[in-house]
DNA sequence: CGGCCAATTAAGTATGACGTTTTCGTCACG
DNA sequence: CGTGACGAAAACGTCATACTTAATTGGCCG
């Protein structure tokens, strides 16, 4: 099992949290301690434990007299990265991944704009070389390769944005990336346009364009966003 | 007491979570069970429970043979509402009211412009019922009934985007709009520029208009940061 | 000096007992 | 027949304790 290496709660977690958040339990199911307890053949210790991080998450309430209750959609922690990367693997993806693309096309922008004043002379140098490096491998069925620097573009951009709540969509970027590129046909190369805009911005963030570089990176997920138009329902 | 109602994990949960949050145990610090377990005067259980969630938080990780340490600031889930709640509490409110205020600015724009095209009619006539409420109550000291109006109309928009990602949000401006109200010397009564945006942005999101909602509202939020300018260090 | 093994430490898990709150059913009374 | 109060049951909440597991430390031996 790949499975090990955790706690036993952390098991039970893995295992409700997607169903959870799939679906599986609609709003309104009630689940049992000792019914869990059971289905899982670990203690309530555990089960308690598993059932605190849910509730934290906002997946469920634990009321007395009554049971673990699964919460609506709208009530959930839709911020925590857990919550997300269930979504992710789980029924509606697509969903989600446009919800996700969405928050890109608002929140990049203006972080893009903020590293323009912001940015250090180090990510600055470290962003023209991830830049470089898409375009290299922009060609000839490289999209693993191009993906690291897209992320790792992406990554810099927001950190060096200097807003804490825009470099921990880090994480997110990263995954809404990673998961076009594997709806993506493997056998068509990145838009060229695309590239370009990358390197584009990045030299605006050197220069200190703010405008420019806000400008730039609307247009780069204005395309992820036409993308999604295409390959998404 | 006040205190009562809520589990015994929930109230170390409301001692531990401000501590770390606001700085008072820095990253590395490490706390055991045994100690928490005294200085609370409750069970293993209760210290247990609590820091799963403080865990699920990112906020201190737990390891064997050495204890629940405090992590960094950088890998906190600073989007978890109770996070943000806590730090609005705490020393580094102004910072936080700062971020808040960028991410707002680059949400809420994009998130009028969907509104706009996605907006039912009950929560067009909602939001203009606000904004005429908000011209009403923007001159002669009523600040209260001003920001209930403010905190209302921003919600609404928030959730006629459709996307759930910009709804959950929606807490977060709340509590940035009172803070700011709560800071503001009592006696100056809101911007009128402001009021006369919102009415504006009301009217573009029902008539659909997309793009003059997403820059009314640049406006709108271009302006909050230029009090927090003015208001903040 | 370096690596390996054992002792120690603190978290993780299991279990049984008891407390607490909420809900629901029953019974008596108007 | 309806209503209110009382009581029992159900499920989570808390406590105490014993035992297990993993990681660190330190000492022993090569």
């Not at 099992?1 to 169903?19: F, I």
């Not at 673990?68 to 922690?77: A, C, D, F, K, L």
């Not at 491998?137 to 709540?165: K, P």
Request: negative net charge.
């Amino acid at each position: 099992m790949e499975n090990e290496g955790k706690g036993l709660h952390a098991r039970v977690l893995e295992s409700l949290g997607p169903a959870i958040t799939a679906g599986d339990y609609p709003p309104g199911t009630v689940l049992r301690t000792d019914e869990l307890e059971e289905r899982f053949d670990v203690s309530r210790t555990v089960i308690r434990e598993a059932v605190r991080v849910l509730e934290s998450m906002q997946l469920v309430a634990s009321r007395r007299r009554v049971g673990v209750t699964v919460r609506p959609t709208e009530e959930w922690n839709v911020y925590d990265p857990r919550v997300i990367g269930w979504r992710l693997a789980g029924r509606d993806r697509p969903r989600q991944l446009r919800s996700l693309t969405v928050l890109r096309s608002a929140v990049e922008p203006v972080a893009a704009g903020l590293a323009a004043q912001h940015a250090t002379p180090a990510q600055c140098a470290e962003l023209t070389e991830h830049a470089m490096g898409m375009v290299a491998t922009s060609r000839g069925q490289q999209l693993d390769a191009y993906l690291v620097h897209d992320v790792a573009f992406h990554r810099i951009v927001l950190t060096a944005s200097g807003n804490e709540m825009f470099a921990r969509l880090g994480d997110v970027v990263a995954a809404v990336l990673t998961g076009r590129t594997q709806h993506h046909v493997m056998f068509t190369d990145p838009d060229p346009a695309a590239v370009t805009l990358h390197v584009q911005v990045a030299e605006a963030v050197r220069t200190g364009d703010a405008a420019r570089a806000e400008s730039l990176t609307r247009e780069i997920t204005a395309g992820a966003m036409a993308e999604l138009d295409v390959l998404a329902p």
